[in-house]
């Protein structure tokens, strides 16, 4: 069971400011439990019912919410606040029903979990989700037009471009940063995906799957897809899966043999991945990301694309640190009780 530690700090009044009492040292959490981390022992509020209450949040990992919720004497009053962002933002609410010698408390919550990335063609934009869902947390410009593939690698977003400029990028982190480039094996590539240690591609005109050395350019081997014009692909730890036309096949292990097939959502699949439970397909004709039923055409849930025309789809897993400073009491009181602040979860 966590447990955290109470220190007593130190407090100041500052009339210029209106700031009554506040400690302004940073905590983090870094659990995925609601974890107390300051606490302020009101005095007399001098008639008043109602504080206003500042604190600053910020999430150690872009993209990745972090949650913090005001409390009084234990119990959960404020709204549940949350940011995404790796700058500090601060919020502010105001607490009715509020007694002398209450105490008032910031909680904090980190969460981890899988989100999304989509390749838009229309506008040319990847889009940061929050997790299996079409919310959009943030966007940026990929390095050219015409992205059809991407997939997750060691933290590292993978992009393929085809027509402007036939290469494969790696991204630092899931941002816009690029760290490598190189060469398609082809002309016309499209999809692509990892295995753990190869990546894996496919191209549109040659009919082929490439299996790379590593994150490299260089090619160990390559195969006939079933179908021509393969577009999409993912592994789901076992088997290859490739998307084109209306269905979706299921390849054995890492190789030209099918074991079967099954119909694609509505108008096919243009983006494939894997949540180590269940496929993810994307439809741009339907403008929908689809959750399916582990590996087969059931559908367990879908939700809207964040615009049209999505072409490529990649999960990674976020995993992030809540952090909090600046948690100030706004307002007028004669005298503060107790200011203290909470050690991290051990």
């Not at 933002?89 to 607490?95: M, R």
């Not at 977003?157 to 790696?170: A, E, F, H, N, Q």
């Not at 039923?293 to 049209?308: H, K, N, R």
């Amino acid at each position: 069971m966590p447990l955290h530690i109470p220190i007593r700090t130190e407090i100041y009044d500052s009339e210029e400011t209106g700031i009554a009492h506040g400690h302004d040292a940073e905590v983090v959490e870094a659990e995925a439990l609601w974890a107390i981390k300051k606490e302020i022992t009101v005095g007399w509020l001098l008639g008043h019912d109602s504080v206003k209450v500042d604190f600053d949040l910020k999430s150690s990992a872009l993209g990745v919410p972090v949650y913090g919720r005001l409390y009084v004497n234990d119990a959960a009053v404020g709204i549940q606040q949350s940011e995404s962002g790796v700058s500090y933002v601060t919020k502010t609410e105001t607490l009715t029903g509020i007694s002398d010698l209450d105490k008032i408390q910031l909680f904090l919550l980190a969460l981890t979990g899988k989100n999304l990335v989509s390749a838009s063609f229309s506008p040319t934009r990847f889009y940061v989700q929050a997790g299996l869902t079409g919310t959009v947390i943030r966007y940026f410009t990929p390095v050219s037009a015409n992205s059809y593939g991407l997939v997750v690698a060691n933290g590292d977003l993978i992009s393929v471009i085809d027509g402007t400029t036939d290469k494969i990028y790696v991204h630092d982190g899931i941002t816009s940063t690029i760290k490598d480039s190189f060469a398609t094996p082809s002309t016309r590539p499209r999809g692509i995906t990892f295995d753990g240690t190869n990546l894996i591609s496919c191209d549109r005109d040659t009919g082929l799957i490439y299996v790379h050395v590593g994150i490299s350019g260089a090619i160990s081997s390559s195969f006939a897809s079933p179908v021509a014009q393969p577009l999409t692909l993912t592994f789901d730890g076992a088997n290859l899966i490739i998307g084109a036309g209306n269905k979706i096949y299921v390849q054995v292990g890492i190789s030209s043999v099918n074991d079967h097939s099954f119909d694609a959502p509505v108008n096919g699949a243009c983006g494939l991945d894997f949540d180590g439970e269940n496929l993810i397909s994307a439809d741009g004709g339907t403008d929908k990301t689809y959750v399916h039923d582990g590996v087969t055409a059931a559908i367990l849930d879908e939700f809207d694309s964040p615009s049209g025309a999505i072409h490529g789809i990649a999960l990674y897993e976020g995993l992030s640190i809540a952090h909090a400073q600046n948690f100030r009491i706004i307002g007028e009181m004669k005298e503060l009780i107790e200011v203290t602040a909470f050690s991290n979860t051990i």
